[in-house]
């Protein structure tokens, strides 16, 4: 498609439910980060994946939290054993490859609005 | 350790004013500087962004933002604002040394554009 894609958009679960939050990046783009917006709150960086290298996961906020990307394309935020701390808009983000520059802006999906009875 | 200051949370404008929206920022070396909109129920647009040269950097629907190194700032600018320009602005920072490492995103200014 022609930008990122998110799924679902909104998700409602009870507490202490598992949820996967899926993202499609633009195709063609190496970088994928993972963002956390807390209502009237700033981004929250969570994790980013870097081509085949380690992701970095100095964001995620706890070990119920953990990411994968597949294939380098798809990538997938699972959270387990949900809190209602946990209610928010998860947001993905793509970008190129910079090569020598680190210019590249990140680009966006639309988020999942993840609510936690 | 790189990090983004947005002073004002709220900032209201009447139609047809100028609007500034304002951005300092901290990097250990030199800046890319990154201006994002986001709109309700929508992810972050892209609208400018800084790399090197000119000091005065233009973007998306006629928003332009200025690098001024001596005070570390980038402060968003439009010379007329319009009611659909009402929204949440993030600044954003990322140095240049750092690869394709995460935006730092400062916590954002809502703007609002009054008729």
């Known amino acids: 498609g022609a930008g990122v894609s998110q799924s679902p958009s909104n998700k409602v679960t009870e507490k202490g439910k598992d949820v996967e939050l899926r993202c499609d990046p633009i195709?063609?783009?190496?970088?994928l980060y993972w963002y956390r917006q807390s209502l009237g709150q700033g981004l929250e960086f969570l994790i980013y994946?870097?081509?085949?290298?380690?992701?970095?996961k100095s964001g995620l906020p706890s070990d119920r939290f953990s990411a994968e990307r597949t294939g380098g394309s798809v990538s997938t935020l699972t959270i387990q054993r949900t809190q209602q701390e946990d209610s928010a808009v998860y947001l993905c983000?793509?970008?190129?490859?910079?090569?020598?520059?680190?210019?590249?802006?990140?680009?966006f999906g639309d988020g999942t609005r993840l609510s936690i009875l | 350790a790189q990090s983004v200051a947005q002073p004002e949370d709220q900032v209201n404008v009447a139609e047809g004013n100028p609007l500034t929206v304002k951005c300092t920022y901290s990097?250990?070396?030199?800046?890319?500087l990154f201006w994002y909109v986001q709109y309700p129920n929508r992810g972050l647009q892209f609208l400018l962004k800084?790399?090197?040269?000119?000091?005065l950097v233009k973007g998306s629907y006629g928003f332009e933002a200025e690098f001024n190194k001596s005070q570390t700032s980038f402060h968003l600018k439009k010379p007329s604002a319009l009611v659909s320009d009402s929204a949440l602005y993030f600044c954003?920072?990322?140095?240049?040394?750092?690869?394709?490492?995460?935006?730092?995103f400062g916590k954002g200014t809502r703007l609002s554009v009054i008729a």
């Open positions: 954003a920072v990322r140095d240049r040394n750092s690869g394709n490492t995460p935006l730092v």
């Open positions: 990097v250990s070396g030199n800046p890319y």
């Open positions: 195709s063609g783009h190496t970088a």
């Open positions: 983000a793509s970008s190129l490859r910079p090569g020598l520059n680190s210019n590249q802006p990140q680009h």
């Open positions: 800084y790399i090197t040269g000119d000091n």
């Open positions: 994946f870097q081509g085949n290298s380690a992701p970095d």
